[in-house]
């Protein structure tokens, strides 16, 4: 008679001993197989968030994770690689990245996530996309990585299933912030893309959910270590998340703004440092080129050349997407109805800017969701963010807003306000001086 029960296996991580890998698999097993309850999986997610878990455990939780579903195997004449970033405000890095590397010689199967808490989710993008496939069967998938060189795509029923189940418990019971949850959910879905060389960028400040440096640089060795003890060659940089990354928050609106970038127009210069550090770091992993340097100079080749841009044409054409996307995009991207600007009560310099309250206001536009079934308003969020060191006042308001009524636009645009605080000085040091790369680890 069986006798293992999966209260036995909370009781004993709420009471701080560690699991064994058995344990660890058959509970891994129940969430895949639906034979656990969500009370349950939120309860051992509360108990490892409280308690954590030891490196054995973490290896074992991830590889059970991988183990869930189908773990894809590629025959490819180049690297195979990803970039995962934890979350931020503002950050839509992964759809210019994806096409560059394509261009650099590189294949990207990139599966992503939808937003969690007050950040947004790259798949939430890609869908205000009409007719793109999110979710497309994994033949079209293999072949669309094969023949263009990256596809951005969700998770599939078979990639990953038991941390598609505990992502959505954890957006809503308070239990993002675990270093080993987090770990193993990032890493459960890219170890079982069979990838070659994987780059985290772990955000750290007050958008980010890691707000020290410490904790960061904690959650990056994790990963590099569980990764790499898995035979993917991973790095990871810590990057700056103290203010929004691009001049947009939302998803139709940071689209229009990666599309923008990779047609030549550098809106945000953090963004797009960052961008390129990432990129440096994987053609270096992937051993395409033997230098930072050197492969800064493929990647601006590939940029100011338009073969990135063209490369993500291609995706979204071949995932069913409009043909002519890049160059009507005014014609597919939803537009809110209302779009207004939102200016500060006195005029000043940006001095500081509170990354997860731009977050939250976003989500209460119906930008992001409060339940995992909540449907997201692709058309809503913020544009033309000031930054720190920039002025404001009655003719350069701190951005614009995009609303469905008008009510949702004086709510946001009084918690955008909220967001910023503003100084006299003519230049202000502190954020506006913050490095956007902290650490390579």
């Known amino acids: 008679m069986d006798t293992w029960l999966p209260q036995e296996v909370i009781r004993h991580k709420r009471d701080g001993l560690a699991l064994s890998t058995s344990d660890i698999q058959r509970f891994v097993s129940g969430i895949t197989d639906g034979s656990l309850s969500e009370g349950q999986i939120a309860a051992f997610a509360m108990a490892v968030w409280l308690k954590g878990m030891v490196l054995e455990e973490r290896i074992a ?63 939430d993008k890609m869908e205000s996309i009409p007719g793109y496939r999110v979710m497309p069967d994994p033949d079209l998938f293999k072949k669309v990585v094969a023949d263009v060189g990256c596809a951005i795509i969700g998770q599939t029923g078979d990639l990953a299933p038991a941390d598609k ?49 410490e904790a960061a640089q904690q959650l990056a060795e994790s990963i590099v270590a569980v990764a790499n003890g898995a035979g993917v060659r991973t790095r990871a940089l810590v990057t700056d998340m103290n203010q929004p990354l691009a001049r947009s928050a939302g998803n139709a609106v940071e689209v229009e703004e990666a599309v923008a970038l990779l047609k ?82 006195k005029a000043g310099v940006v001095e500081e800017i509170d990354s997860r309250n731009v977050g939250l206001a976003v989500v209460a536009l119906g930008g992001g969701r409060r339940r995992p079934t909540d449907l997201v308003d692709a058309a809503v969020g913020f544009t033309k963010l000031a930054f720190p060191g920039e002025a404001v006042d009655a003719s350069h308001p701190i951005g614009v807003v995009h609303a469905q009524t008008e009510q949702q636009a004086d709510d946001a645009a009084l918690a955008l306000r909220t967001a910023y605080r503003l100084g006299a000085a003519e230049k202000l040091p502190g954020m506006a001086a913050l490095p956007a790369v902290y650490q390579r680890v």
């Open 165 to 213: 189940k505990l992502y959505a418990i954890r957006d809503v019971t308070a239990t993002v912030e675990s270093i080993d949850l987090i770990t193993a959910s990032i890493l459960g879905k890219k170890l079982a893309a069979g990838l070659d060389v994987l780059i985290m960028d772990v955000k750290m400040g007050n958008g980010a959910f890691m707000t020290k440096v």
């Open 61 to 123: 939780f991830t590889a059970a994770m991988r183990d869930s579903g189908q773990v894809l195997k590629w025959e490819l004449p180049g690297p195979v690689v990803d970039k995962h970033s934890t979350g931020g405000v503002g950050d839509f890095i992964s759809l210019p990245l994806a096409p560059l590397l394509a261009a650099c010689g590189c294949y990207v199967p990139m599966i992503s996530g939808r937003g969690l808490g007050h950040t947004g989710g790259t798949l």
């Open 264 to 345: 030549g127009e550098v809106r945000s210069e953090r963004l797009w440092e960052i961008t390129l550090a990432i990129a440096e770091e994987t053609l270096v992993e992937a051993r395409i080129e033997s230098s930072r340097e050197a492969a800064r100079q493929k990647l601006l080749e590939a940029w100011k050349s338009g073969a990135a841009l063209q490369k993500f044409e291609q995706m979204v054409t071949a995932l069913q997407g409009p043909a002519d996307f890049t160059s009507n995009m005014d014609k597919y991207l939803p537009r809110a109805p209302i779009v207004k600007p939102v200016y500060a009560e």
